[in-house]
């Protein structure tokens, strides 16, 4: 790779060169708002003074092996919008230039000059003859402009495409009035550019496109595609695939909306992989299931299909009652069922099923989808069904009975995900319909059911019987009276959207609020043209769902809830349930809700982006290998809330964070027990969350996941310790305490002293499964064997205001971890200089006063009314009651955002906020910062409170809720 810094007007005026686009870059895509950027900037270079540019980013090219003498073609990887845009204004300057010779003659500059020293090759023929070669879609075009032969606009059947656009954009510029052709001139030979040249063979031209893809016009991911597609393959290759089937397709899709390329090579994702891929992540996607595939039976599988799901978008080639179906379908605008349907057409291209078979099965979905949209029921869950539905068909024998059954054993959230006639009944007669995507086509499908040859011309639109802003007489028909002016508000509140009082109509504007009687009898206008001369009154429609309302004499309540009552039983008839027994229907949804219980990966992956499933899937791989070095087997659990990975008892447990995109991870060990020189390690003991484990680590994408194994090793490896420790002495109960036995004896000797001096100073000792504990009031030291390193981790709580005068030479190897500092003791020299800091911390632990009884009745009464409020403030479920302190936690989290002790030697309560000591109102005066707790985040509020401040109390908890309130209303739930 070769890179200088040159100018655009140096780079583009070589001699006999090309520079040419790879088949597999996207066509000129640059729009107006580039244009501008572009022509903004040239006109800026041209106010430098002196050797100044103003540079415009990097050109990427790669020489192209050509005989020696003919023209030296550069295959252009990066900077073909910048040059093909640049190209165009030198085009239409010299067209400019040409027109205008004076303007020429003044810049002393001819539009010949300009051609032949910028835009052609001089003396070259046919494609050689010019400097620049755009792809395959857009070069013949590019050829008629570079001629002369393009007169500005498309011809007949010919798409307009931003080439054209281009052209008239600086044609434009040029006709501007008192433009400075001067310094256009000039900007133009300021604008630099780096100039990065490849070598073939040598630098990875596609790692390199990947990388410069980040800035620009971002590329679509189906343009990444063709580009993963073509980029491996020879020229003659990428000439034939894109002749053959990337450029027709490409065609196809340049009939319909923009993007649906995308959405296709998404959905056709989807049905080869059963997952749906987020819509950033389809290219990725392509990339992992290409892999090890032959490319050209990828690219023609690819081709074959997008035909298929240009039926789906514009259903033309099916039979008749097929093309109706889907055309009803794709009215819901629910495209998150496209995967199944394109599934369908492809099976019926491969005759497992016949054109009626075909047709029930869309109804049935059509049905499914309609009476879910009715009922409101969420959508996000029909992700996974249609991405999978496939494989629960029998496809051989009993296809359309097997997608019945399928549908209606789907659940969604503990319900039943096919609602059944009395639901759907119910919902259609009462729920508010208009402006919902289903209302349209739930009347247009009422009204086929009533004409089934109706056609649907001209525009429609709903209309609302009963008009929006009532009037006089309207409010009189719904039962207004001088001594009730709120009933009929009510009345008009409730009904005006449900279906009962919704039609279609072309004349909703006409229509607007006129009583009922001039709404169906709505004649001509006086001055109407001949044009609009058309009655526009119900009498006069088409459509018979309008028409039959012509025989009312009055429109009211009583008329909308009968109307919605008769075409709610006609939508049931319509949009049928699938005809199962009640006994069938039971057992189906008995079946589907058995499965919505267990517990598989997938289930925990179903939200998750592709990264994050390969993050899984490399992290699931590692552990379960962990086993082998340690010569035992590591079995995966799945649990509900979170993956369990074992051996004998779990190490470790991983939940999946699809939200965050993100893996939570719990290594079961003491934390302080894990060598984590990176500090990767979160303590959990304290605080609420999934799993049982202490050590928390959070993966994300760009962890360092050797560093994690490191961690898990330990993990595996202590728990490997304890089995091995309780078989060998006969305790496979869940009481054995932790074995000192394998240390050398001069860790032996560190243990027995220290177990002596506890007792000298009245401590108590407590075995453990994971260490010794020396407690006086609490544990003030935990002993950990360390057999690696030969030694003792001696553990002591001792906050960092707590270390009185010591020195930093006694604190010297330490490690700190929240209020506990921790260091592996070999030896008893090592042990005599540790001495001052368990001195220190069985000071800090010991009893500072003894409260009397009456005290002690006073401080625990204050408590529980503290815990009241707390309660009332809240509510009893969000309290965790554990000895002497109580967790409080907001609904649906599993994170503490307060603590509420009762501190004897004190005779306080502590109250403790996971909130910033600067963010709280501190009612008490004496609210502090607190910076080590393990349970809440460092630098939270914490204040004591003494008995009779139960107001302080009150006023503390409810900034705390108020809080947390706030707190959630900025940050909404997320929408699947």
Not at 481 to 504: F, S, V
Not at 740 to 769: I, M
Request: aromatic share 8%; charged share 30%; proline share 4%.
């Amino acid at each position: 790779m070769k890179a200088e810094q040159t100018t655009l007007h140096r780079m583009m005026s070589g001699p006999n060169q090309q520079f040419e686009m790879p088949l597999y870059q996207r066509r000129y895509s640059w729009t107006d708002k580039h244009r501008w950027q572009l022509w903004r900037d040239v006109l800026r270079a041209s106010e430098l003074r002196g050797e100044s540019k103003h540079f415009t980013g990097s050109v990427v090219s790669a020489p192209v092996m050509t005989i020696p003498g003919s023209v030296q073609h550069y295959r252009l990887v990066d900077g073909q919008q910048r040059m093909t845009t640049v190209h165009l204004l030198i085009w239409a300057l010299a067209e400019h230039l040409e027109n205008n010779p004076r303007a020429g003659d003044e810049l002393g500059l001819k539009a010949r000059q300009l051609r032949d020293q910028y835009l052609f090759n001089e003396g070259e023929t046919r494609d050689d003859r010019y400097k620049l070669r755009l792809n395959y879609a857009d070069n013949p075009l590019w050829q008629r402009i570079m001629d002369g032969k393009f007169q500005g606009k498309a011809a007949r059947g010919e798409r307009e495409t931003e080439l054209m656009r281009g052209v008239r954009f600086f044609r434009d510029r040029f006709a501007e009035p008192g433009l400075d052709l001067a310094a256009v001139w000039e900007g133009f030979r300021r604008l630099e550019v780096v100039g990065i040249l490849l070598q073939e063979g040598v630098d990875d031209m596609g790692v390199v496109f990947e990388s410069l893809n980040s800035t620009g016009k971002a590329l679509a991911q189906a343009d990444l595609i063709r580009n993963n597609v073509l980029m491996s393959k020879s020229l003659d290759d990428q000439r034939d695939i894109t002749e053959q089937h990337w450029h027709p397709m490409e065609q196809r899709f340049a009939e319909v909306e923009e993007g649906q390329f995308d959405r296709f090579m998404r959905d056709y994702l989807t049905l080869r992989t059963r997952i749906l891929p987020n819509e950033d992540e389809v290219y990725l996607a392509f990339k992992q299931y290409r892999e090890g595939k032959n490319v050209l039976s990828v690219v023609r599988n690819i081709d074959e299909t997008s035909k298929l799901y240009l039926e789906l978008l514009q259903p033309t080639h099916s039979a008749p009652a097929v093309q109706v179906a889907l055309r009803d379908i794709a009215a819901l605008k629910l495209s998150i069922v496209n995967p199944f349907l394109l599934e369908l057409l492809e099976d019926r291209e491969q005759n497992l099923l016949t054109d009626e078979q075909l047709e029930k099965a869309l109804r049935v979905v059509e049905s499914f989808l309609v009476r879910r949209a009715v009922l409101k029921e969420r959508t996000s869950p029909l992700n996974k069904l249609f991405a999978t539905l496939g494989r629960e068909l029998d496809k051989d024998s009993d296809y359309v009975r097997s997608l019945e059954r399928a549908l209606v054993r789907f659940q969604d959230n503990k319900t039943d995900g096919f609602p059944d006639d009395v639901a759907f009944e119910q919902a259609l007669r009462e729920q508010k319909l208009y402006g919902r995507p289903v209302c349209k086509p739930l009347l247009v499908r009422l009204e086929r059911g009533l004409n089934p040859k109706e056609t649907f011309g001209g525009v429609l639109t709903i209309e609302h019987i009963m008009p929006q802003k009532p009037g006089p007489s309207w409010q009189a028909a719904l039962g207004k009276t001088p001594d009730d002016d709120k009933t009929w508000r009510e009345d008009h509140e409730r009904l005006l959207h449900t279906l009962g009082n919704l039609t279609l109509t072309g004349y909703n504007s006409e229509l607007g609020n006129l009583s009922f009687e001039e709404k169906k009898h709505k004649p001509i206008r006086a001055g109407d043209s001949e044009e609009t001369s058309i009655p526009k009154g119900y009498k006069y429609s088409h459509l018979l769902l309008t028409r039959e309302l012509v025989d009312k004499s009055e429109w009211n309540q009583g008329e909308i809830e009968a109307r919605a009552k008769r075409l709610a039983k006609r939508a049931t008839e319509l949009f049928q349930m699938p005809s199962f027994t009640p006994e069938e229907v039971e057992a189906l949804r008995a079946e589907g809700r058995q499965r919505a219980r267990a517990n598989t990966v997938e289930r925990h992956l179903e939200e998750a982006s592709l990264q994050l499933r390969q993050l899984f899937e490399e992290l699931d791989c590692h552990l379960k290998a962990l086993g082998d070095e340690e010569g035992v087997t590591v079995k995966r659990v799945i649990n509900q809330q979170y993956i369990a990975y074992k051996a004998g008892s779990n190490f470790c447990d991983v939940k999946v964070m699809a939200s965050q995109n993100v893996l939570k991870c719990w290594l079961n060990i003491p934390v302080i027990q894990l060598d984590d020189p990176l500090g990767l390690v979160r303590d959990m003991s304290q605080t609420g969350h999934a799993s049982n484990a202490p050590a928390e680590v959070t993966l994300t994408l760009d962890s360092d996941m050797e560093s994690f194994l490191e961690l898990a090793e330990q993990a595996l490896q202590h728990q490997v310790s304890l089995r091995a420790t309780s078989s060998a002495s006969g305790d496979s109960e869940s009481g054995e305490t932790v074995n000192f036995s394998v240390l050398p004896a001069e860790a032996q000797d560190v243990l027995a002293r220290l177990s002596k001096w506890a007792a000298d100073v009245g401590a108590k000792v407590k075995d453990t499964q994971n260490y010794r504990a020396l407690r006086d009031r609490r544990s003030f030291v935990e002993l950990y064997p360390r057999q690696r390193e030969n030694g003792l981790i001696l553990a002591l709580k001792l906050p960092a205001d707590e270390v009185g005068e010591l020195t930093e030479g006694q604190l010297g190897g330490w490690l700190r971890r929240d209020s506990w500092l921790s260091k592996v003791i070999r030896t008893p020299e090592e042990l005599e200089k540790a001495w001052p800091l368990i001195e220190a911390a069985h000071a800090y632990q010991k009893p500072s006063g003894v409260l009397s009884s009456a005290q002690g009745i006073e401080l625990r009464d204050f408590y529980q009314k503290v815990l009241q409020l707390a309660e009332e403030e809240f509510t009893p479920q969000a309290l965790a009651r554990q000895n002497k302190q109580t967790l409080l936690r907001l609904p649906e989290s599993e994170e503490y955002i307060a603590r509420i002790n009762m501190v004897k030697q004190k005779g306080s309560v502590e109250v403790l906020m996971d909130i910033p000591f600067e963010d709280v109102v501190d009612f008490t005066g004496r609210g502090f910062a607190r910076m080590e707790h393990s349970s809440l985040s460092r630098g939270h509020y914490s204040t004591f409170l003494k008995p009779g401040e139960e107001d302080m109390a009150r006023q503390l908890l409810r900034h705390l809720n108020r809080h947390f309130q706030a707190q959630a209303a900025a940050t909404p739930g997320e929408q699947s």
